[in-house]
C-alpha cells in the first residue's frame, strides 16, 4: 500500500513538472509554406503614337487621337499583329501606313511611331527637269522628316510614260516594324527608315537620273538597301543611287546579330507580412529596352529587340501561405544584351523581359503550443 502511495505521488509530481515546462521558448517553430507563386499573366502591350491625329487599328480594336495604347493577353496573342495608322487629315499623303509588331518572353512591350507629313510644295516642269534640272524637297518637310532628298535628270534627257507636271520628290518617315520573335546569332536584321515619294509616279527617263539623300552623320558607314540594292552611307551622312523611272524608294537599313547575352538582375528585395491563405504582392519591373543609340542605328535596333524607350512599370503577383509570419519577397528580372552590326559599325542595347518574384518565409510564425492533462 505504500508503494502504491508513493508510485501515485511521483506520477503526480511528473505530470505537475510536465505542466509547468511547457513554455513558449519550447515550443516548435513552424516555418510558413509558400505555394501557387504567380506574378500574373503576361500582357503585351503596344503603343501607338502620331504626330497628327491619326485613326489607330490593332488586333481588331480601333481608337482615335495622337496615341494609343492596346494590350494583348498572352492566351490569345499571335506571333504577328499589324498596327495600322491613317491620318483623319486627308491632307497628310500616303494614306494608311502600317507596321508589324510580334512579342516574346524578352520583348513584351512594343512602341510604334508614326510620322506623318504632307507633300513637299517644291516642283519643276518637266522643261526644267530634261534641262539638266534638281528638284528637291521643301524645308517643312525636311524638318518634319529629318532628312533632305534631291532627284537630278541629265540634260536632254527624254521623259516617257507619264509625264503630268508638276515634278516634285516628298521624304516620309517610316514606322519602325518589330517582327522579330526570337533573336539568333548571325541573323539578319533590317529596318525601312524612310521612303521618297517621286512624281509624277511612272515617268519614265531614258537616262540614269540620280537620288540623292542626306541621312544624317550619324548614319555614316551604314549599309542601306534601295530596291534590293546595297549601298554604304558616305561619312558626311549621304547616300546616293540611281534609278530610271519615278516611283516610291525606300532606305532599308541593314544589319546581323553578332551577339546576345542572356542576364538575370534583382531589381528589389523588401520584408513583407505574411497572412495564412491568399496574399497578394506588387512590385516595379522595367519595359523596353536601354540603349545610348540615336536615329538609323536606334531604329535597326527596335526593329530587333521592341520598344525604344525604357520605362518602369507596376507588376502584381500572388502566393498562398500555410501560416502566419513574415518573409523577404526578391524581384529579379530577366534581360537580354543584344549587339547589331550594320557594315563595320555596332550597336548595343539592353532589352528588359519577364519578372521573377521569390518569396523566403522568415523563421518564426505560429507555435504548436501544448497542455498537460
Known amino acids: 500500500m505504500k508503494k502504491f502511495k508513493f508510485l501515485s505521488a511521483m506520477a503526480a509530481l511528473l505530470v505537475a513538472g510536465a ?46 487621337g495622337k496615341t494609343a495604347e492596346f494590350e494583348v493577353n498572352a492566351s490569345n496573342y499571335k506571333a504577328a499583329l499589324t498596327a495600322k495608322a491613317e491620318p483623319v487629315d486627308p491632307a497628310y499623303s500616303l494614306g ?39 528638284v528637291a524637297n521643301d524645308a517643312e ?24 507636271d508638276p515634278f516634285s520628290v516628298t521624304a516620309y518617315q517610316e514606322p519602325v516594324s518589330q517582327e522579330t520573335a526570337e533573336i539568333k546569332k548571325d541573323q539578319a536584321v533590317s529596318a525601312d527608315i524612310y521612303t521618297f515619294d517621286c512624281k509624277p509616279d511612272g515617268a519614265i527617263f531614258d537616262k540614269e537620273l540620280t537620288l540623292k539623300a542626306n541621312l544624317g552623320k550619324d548614319a555614316a558607314g551604314l549599309m542601306v538597301a534601295v530596291n534590293e540594292v546595297n549601298y554604304i552611307v558616305d561619312k558626311d551622312g549621304f547616300v546616293e543611287f540611281k534609278a530610271k523611272h519615278f516611283s516610291t524608294y525606300t532606305i532599308t537599313i541593314l544589319g546581323r546579330v553578332v551577339s546576345f547575352t542572356p542576364g538575370k538582375k534583382q531589381i528589389s528585395s523588401s520584408t513583407i507580412e505574411l497572412k495564412a491563405g491568399e496574399n497578394e504582392f506588387k512590385y516595379d519591373m522595367y519595359q523596353g529596352i536601354e540603349t545610348s543609340e540615336t536615329g538609323a542605328a536606334l531604329y535597326l535596333l527596335a526593329s530587333l529587340l521592341g520598344n525604344p524607350q525604357v520605362k518602369v512599370v507596376e507588376g502584381t503577383g500572388s502566393f498562398n501561405s500555410s501560416a502566419a509570419g513574415t518573409a523577404t519577397l526578391t524581384i529579379e528580372q530577366e534581360y537580354l544584351d543584344a549587339t547589331v552590326q550594320s557594315n563595320t559599325k555596332t550597336f548595343s542595347a539592353r532589352v528588359w523581359g519577364e519578372a521573377v518574384a521569390t518569396v523566403t518565409p522568415a523563421d518564426g510564425g505560429s507555435h504548436s503550443g501544448g497542455a498537460g492533462e
Open 19 to 64: 505542466m509547468v515546462s511547457c513554455t513558449s521558448s519550447d515550443d516548435p517553430v513552424i516555418k510558413p509554406i509558400i505555394s501557387g507563386l504567380t506574378t500574373g499573366e503576361i500582357t503585351y502591350k503596344v503603343t501607338v503614337t502620331s504626330n497628327v491625329e491619326t485613326k489607330f487599328t490593332f488586333n481588331g480594336e480601333t481608337k482615335t
Open 141 to 164: 518637310n525636311q524638318k518634319a522628316t529629318g532628312v533632305d532628298v534631291a532627284v537630278s535628270v541629265p540634260e536632254g534627257t527624254v521623259i516617257t510614260g507619264n509625264t503630268t
Open 96 to 134: 494608311e501606313k502600317n507596321a508589324k509588331v510580334s512579342f516574346s518572353t524578352e520583348k513584351q512591350t512594343a512602341l510604334v511611331e508614326f510620322n506623318f507629313v504632307k507633300p513637299s510644295t517644291e516642283e519643276k516642269s518637266q522643261a526644267e527637269m530634261i534641262a539638266g534640272g534638281t
